[in-house]
């Protein structure tokens, strides 16, 4: 993660299909607030 990233704008760069929702829902353990991600959190790409 880097700052200003974004689910929505992290699964447009790699072509999440499901968009921002499917991001979040395969990383929902780490990320419980879809809202707020961290500077150098490693969030897996489906």
Same mark, same amino acid.
């Given at each position: 993660? %880097?700052? !200003?990233? +974004?689910?929505?704008?992290l *699964?447009? %760069?790699? !072509?999440? +299909?499901?968009?921002?929702? *499917? ?9 419980p ?14």
């Open positions: 993660m %880097r700052p !200003g990233d +974004s689910l929505s704008g *699964a447009e %760069r790699f !072509g999440v +299909s499901g968009g921002w929702q *499917a991001l979040w829902h395969y990383n929902r353990t780490n990320v607030n879809p809202n707020v991600i961290l500077v150098g959190q490693l969030l897996q790409i489906p």
